[in-house]
């Protein structure tokens, strides 16, 4: 029998890998993108690798300002959010080829917010087949490449992009 070793996977079923404070306002401070990963830096927003992903390569797109409510955020902040949403599909679609996305923002702990006080867009890629068996009966999601491995390759693509347009 094949075992699954995923050890990063405890600290947020035991919730000792809890984050004090807001993940969206503390980490781009700390100037440590690649440990925090943080793909990458706009004026108002910046794109983060989910540190517990529903899929490999998920992202989400957080302004730096801490809000909420959706209906509160800037004019600048909404637009440059999405810009850099349709950038990770973009670079998501050339690094690892997903089938699919989806894309959400689950506004307020109610609707599934890890964070609810920091509004977020996530972008999942998604595909064919990538919900089996494990999932299902056994509760656990398998991701073929650590979050760094995955950093690395979404970096790498991503600053490529940067220099096409």
């Known amino acids: 029998m094949d075992q699954l070793f995923a050890?990063?996977?405890?600290?947020?079923?035991?919730?000792a890998g809890k984050q004090e404070g807001c993940i969206f306002c503390d980490f781009p401070k700390e100037q440590e993108d690649r440990e925090r990963l943080i793909l990458a830096r706009g004026e108002l927003v910046f794109v983060i690798l989910n540190a517990f992903p529903y899929n490999p390569g998920h992202?989400?797109?957080?302004?730096?300002?801490?809000e909420g409510a959706y209906e509160n955020l800037k004019e600048e902040e909404l637009l440059e959010m999405h810009r850099f949403?349709?950038?990770?599909?973009?670079?998501l679609k050339e690094a690892m080829n997903p089938q699919g996305f989806n894309l959400g923002i689950n506004i307020g702990?109610?609707?599934g917010a890890g964070f609810?006080?920091?509004i977020h867009l996530h972008i999942v890629p998604r595909w064919d087949g990538d919900?089996?068996?494990m999932p299902v009966i056994a509760g656990t999601k398998v991701l073929p490449a650590s979050l760094q491995e995955t950093w690395d390759?979404?970096?790498?693509?991503?600053?490529a992009h940067g220099r096409r347009r």
């Open 7 to 15: 050890p990063w996977r405890m600290a947020y079923i035991d919730g």
């Open 85 to 91: 949403g349709r950038k990770c599909i973009g670079v």
């Open 59 to 66: 992202l989400m797109v957080a302004p730096y300002r801490h």
């Open 116 to 118: 609810a006080g920091h």
């Open 109 to 111: 702990k109610t609707a």
């Open 153 to 159: 390759i979404l970096k790498k693509v991503w600053e």
């Open 131 to 133: 919900t089996n068996f």
